[in-house]
């Protein structure tokens, strides 16, 4: 069989011929047919799984000829031509219902019509109510013709292809809420879509396309926009974010993409897509003066606590020397108490300080060895005997104070906490795809699971001030340096099993400057 | 040996109240306080007047310099200095600078003035370290 049931189902819808107006498309070329091939009755038909119809034609015929009896079904299941010069004559046709019936069709030719496929899906036929024949020539016409419908009929396939595709496109540019734009060589709008329109009042939107709009704005913003649409013309791209007053009166921070464009005729465009960042610029804005000055308070603060602190302490120290001789027992003791308790509250000001300075000057990245690194700072740290510090020996690329914050802080918990005269802090490097996974694990009393989530508060510390001195800064000030890395820090722990902290360090590139 | 005399210039009454009572302890008795930048210029300004009044004890053979002051801070105060300089004979002064920060910065910036002899840093500098500062210069 030439053709296949499914794939010219496909066919007919793919030409979309249930559509409107489909008909008068094929009425010259019926209209020809008869004139060529000199027969009176032609027609056009189609085929589906179901049935066959009349989509065009000269002559009466029954609107929709039920398949099975329909006389085109002849060339429809063929590829070649078919005629038959007289339908008595002939088995196919001599008791089909418009050969015994009106119109008493005698004589049939039919061109079939194939897609590029090799599908036919339909039949351009001629017909006489005598026998008859085509000569060379009228062969000729109705193939040509035949071949016209096809391409008709890609045409028309095409065309709502097309229109779909600009239906599809001009319902995303609509609901988009960036605006788009192009202007040609003259800096004239030729499109715009409705988030660009809508920034223009009302009765101004009738003049956006096919003008420039420079009028519309301040003389120096316009003057920026020309010099971004000249740029783009020339450098084919340019990237902008800028603060524009609109005609309808709003003020917008747009993050703008010009591009170049050809059409098919060489002519230079730019499309502009520009996207609404004024809520987002406003809130970064915001962000980064809360957060620089909540920085600036916390050094403010405690610089100026620090000063008159150290006044205290150094009365006192004054007293205590001056009264050498009289202080005694009780009164002794209560200045020991003011000295500790100052040289606490000079601690915790120092931690604060440092706390607001984390992620201030912190370097750019560099090659560091992780065991020199944790050396250097064990060396700050008063590492008391007996106890060992095992470092991998591996090269990483980090900034280095903030690395050194994180090893020398965990390192000092580790050794502050340590329930025991002697202990192994070890810490290890894993080079990970895109992070470095750094452990530091100590063999000291452990903490419970129920707490692993306060130590990384601030101001939490896990024992009373008094058994062990500490601000409660230390690891919050860890997590605030891996944070400006988006970095993290987590802890595996249980009592009695030592602690291990897991530190996630994105790696980077090693800066060039 | 005749113990120099010494301007303080602080904002801080009581950082001038511990300085002058090291001070004292050291052996330094002639010790003028002035509590900004402005009226520690004036007073070096009034040249002749004070000279007048404070005989050999002026111009101040030591300067101890608050960097964090309101109005003229420390900074501002050795600029002008350097200018009075020229035209006022201020050789014999020489400052020490009194801060509260340990920014390292601060200093190398305020050592660059050959007359700036020393940065103490307030609250860790004691008397002990007073006196050897003020020995030396």
Redesign the interface.
Known sequence: MPFHEELRTQTLEKYHLTDDGINELFDDIVNFATEGCDKPFAMISFIDADKSWVASQVGRFPSEIERKKGFSTLTINQINSVEISDTLLDNRTKESECVVKAPNIRYYAGVPLVNSDKQTFGALCVFDTKPNNLDKQQKSILKLLAKDVVSQLEIHRKDHELSKLKNLYQLISENNPDLIFAKDSDFKIQHANSAFLSLFPEEARNKVIGYTTLEEFDDDEAEAFLAQDKLAFEQGKTVTTEKIAFPNGEIRTLFTTKTRFEDSEGKAYILGVARDVTEREDLIQRLEKSNSDLDEFAYIAS?DL??????I???AS?IEEDAAEVLQGESLEHFGMIKNRIDRMNMLLKDLLDYSRVGKNDGIPQTLNLRESANHCVQLLDLPEGFVIEVDDTDLVLPKLPLELVLTNLMSNAIKHHDKQSGLIKIKCKLLKNNYHLTVTDDGPGIAPALHEKIFMKFQTLKPRDEVEGSGLGLAMVEKALTNYSGSISIESDIGKGATFIVIWPKSEISNQ | MQQPSVLIIDDSEIERYMLSHQLKKIGVSEIVQKNDGTSGLEFLSNYTQNQQQYGANFPPAIIILDVNMPIMGGFEFLQKFSELKAQLNLDICQILMYSGSDDPQEKVRAMQYEFVKGFLIKGESSTEDLKIEIGVL
């Open positions: 610089h620090k000063a008159p602190l150290n006044a302490k150094r009365l004054w």
